[in-house]
């Protein structure tokens, strides 16, 4: 059986839980597995992925996605890179 999404606009999803906040977690645990301190490292993902849900909440739609634009990490389509601040004519 194949599942089908509802609305084309939905974000990625694992299970119930998005995809950014299965990336933070799963991020926090493999970093436990590799250093031995598993219990301690879960969670802290569990505390820093409940605190990036709430952020979002929080937050305009594309907020990441323009702190990301803003520090140089992600290239906007159609917008001059993010360290010229000043436009001469």
């Known amino acids: 059986m194949t599942r089908i999404v509802r609305y084309i606009d939905d974000p990625v999803s694992f299970f119930f839980w998005d995809i950014d906040k299965v990336v ?3 991020t926090f645990m493999v970093m436990g597995i590799l250093t031995d301190t598993l219990t301690y490292l879960i969670v802290i993902g569990v505390i820093l992925s409940f605190t990036l849900s709430k952020v979002k909440q929080s937050r ?3 907020f990441f996605m323009h702190i990301l634009y803003w520090f140089g990490f992600y290239k906007l389509r159609g917008c ?3 360290y010229i601040r000043e436009f001469v004519e």
Do not use: K
Request: aromatic share 12%.
């Open 24 to 26: 933070v977690f799963a």
């Open 60 to 62: 305009a739609e594309g």
């Open 80 to 82: 001059p890179p993010s």
